[in-house]
């Protein structure tokens, strides 16, 4: 099957690899700003690279439905198409997204799953439309979100499913055989997209799980969660849960643990094991001082 494939980040290289692997043919590949990897691929595989700074206007939409495409493929993209571009392939456009649905339209629905504690999140193949994460459900996969898990680890997980699902999805669309599920566009949750400053830990009103999840939401290629001591910035990486309850004044760190410290959330203390400080990191025990107040 013909494709014009859109792309952005990991996700949009690891499946890129597997439709080419497959044997579909790339017509071209739309890109958000130039990144190496996508270039090496369009060069080995002869598809040229495209940077439109307006995906939608006019002249765009022409070219690209000079390439005769079935269908578009959204890898990672993350630019809004319009009815003029969605409507161009016969095949219909499909976008990979990386939440559970309906519960996690929008944007960073990997960090929104573990920050809101859930247990599992999803990857899903959809239909596009002019909604936001709308559209009709072709593929979604299911999997588990642990305790432990960061953003980089489930982004990981992501990684490793979308491929053989995307695959999966394309083949079902060249043979007719696709089957879809459709979204009520009421039912379910949008999120908004997060700003570096969201993920500014606020002692006084946190709970330690509440705590813990931004930490492990945000810990990957995002802006750390973070916290300020006397002024200077400080990014958290990791923390864990404690089994005793230690209470007091919100934000101050009452003891230390070999290289970690306690630091008192809005319930009870959390154990932070892991900080960077001006790009470095530094050991927890050694960078605080029992009685310091974070902010």
């Given at each position: 099957?013909k ?32 990144e ?9 595989a ?5 940077y439109p ?13 000079s ?27 499909i ?6 649905l ?5 944007a ?5 799953q ?25 593929a ?6 642990t ?7 489930v982004?990981?997980?992501?990684l ?23 979204q009520?566009?009421?039912a ?14 606020h ?14 939401g ?14 200077e ?14 209470r ?5 760190i009452?003891?230390k ?6 630091v ?7 154990l ?10 530094l050991?927890?025990a050694?960078?605080?001082?029992i009685g310091?107040?974070?902010?």
């Amino acid at each position: 099957m013909k494709l014009v494939y859109f792309s952005k980040g990991m996700r949009g290289i690891a499946c890129l690899q597997a439709v080419l692997e497959a044997g579909h043919s790339v017509s071209a590949v739309v890109g958000v700003s130039p990144e190496e990897e996508l270039e090496a691929l369009g060069k080995e595989a002869g598809f040229p690279v495209l940077y439109p700074e307006r995906v939608n206007a006019p002249e765009t939409v022409e070219r690209l439905r000079s390439y005769g495409a079935d269908c578009f493929v959204l890898s990672g993209y993350n630019k809004i198409l319009r009815s003029p571009v969605i409507e161009i392939p016969p095949k219909g456009t499909i976008n990979l997204h990386g939440g559970r649905l309906p519960e996690y339209r929008g944007a960073a629905p990997i960090n929104w799953q573990i920050i809101n504690g859930e247990k599992s999140g999803g990857c899903c193949i959809i239909y596009v439309d002019e909604g936001i994460d709308t559209g009709d459900i072709i593929a979604q996969e299911i999997y588990p979100i642990t305790p432990q898990d960061t953003h980089a680890s489930v982004l990981a997980k992501t990684l490793e499913i979308f491929p053989a699902l995307l695959v999966r999805v394309l083949d079902q669309i060249e043979d007719g055989s696709v089957q879809v599920v459709k979204q009520d566009p009421l039912a379910g949750s949008y999120y908004t997209r997060r700003y570096p400053r969201d993920s500014r830990i606020h002692w006084e009103r946190m709970t330690d799980v509440q705590v813990h999840n931004l930490v492990r939401g945000m810990h990957g290629p995002y802006p750390a969660a973070f916290t300020f001591r006397g002024g200077e910035n400080v990014e958290i990486n990791q923390t864990r849960l404690l089994k005793e309850t230690i209470r007091g004044i919100p934000g101050r760190i009452p003891h230390k643990r070999e290289s970690s410290v306690v630091v008192l959330a809005a319930n009870r203390g959390i154990l932070v094991e892991e900080i960077t400080v001006a790009g470095k990191k530094l050991d927890p025990a050694a960078y605080f001082q029992i009685g310091d107040d974070l902010e």
